[in-house]
Nanobody, 115 residues
Framework: QVQLVESGGGKVQPGGSLKLSCAASGGIFSRYAMGWYRQAPGKQRELVARISRGDNTNYADSVKGRFTISRDNAKNTVYLQMNSLKPEDTAVYYC?????????WGQGTQVIVSS
């Protein structure tokens, strides 16, 4: 059983930056593909960014060039650096760990982009 705890959310002005962290415990972190998803009010949860065990990354078109996902296997942590934030980035951001048929979610961290 893997536990995921997100942190780093908050309120920021448009154009600002935030860095989310997701600390994992209870499993072999390096085995998992890690992802960040988000869910805005009234919308479905969507993939924001994903990083494989081999550090291959992919991003939603809406965040390409602004967000960067990275992982530190020594710290069992995955990060999401978010720059040039827009109001439409407002959502609850969730961390995800996936390996074969196993999948785990964090509790989410709120990001609000507003002036």
């Amino acid at each position: 059983q893997v536990q995921l705890v997100e942190s780093g959310g908050g309120k920021v002005q448009p154009g600002g930056s935030l860095k989310l962290s997701c600390a994992a415990s209870g499993g072999i972190f390096s085995r998992y593909a890690m992802g960040w998803y988000r869910q805005a009010p009234g919308k479905q949860r969507e993939l924001v960014a994903r990083i494989s065990r081999g550090d291959n990354t992919n991003y939603a078109d809406s965040v390409k060039g602004r967000f960067t996902i990275s992982r530190d296997n020594a710290k069992n942590t995955v990060y999401l650096q978010m720059n040039s934030l827009k109001p439409e980035d407002t959502a609850v951001y969730y961390c995800n760990a996936a390996f074969l048929t196993l999948e785990y979610w964090g509790q989410g961290t709120q990001v609000i982009v507003s002036s």
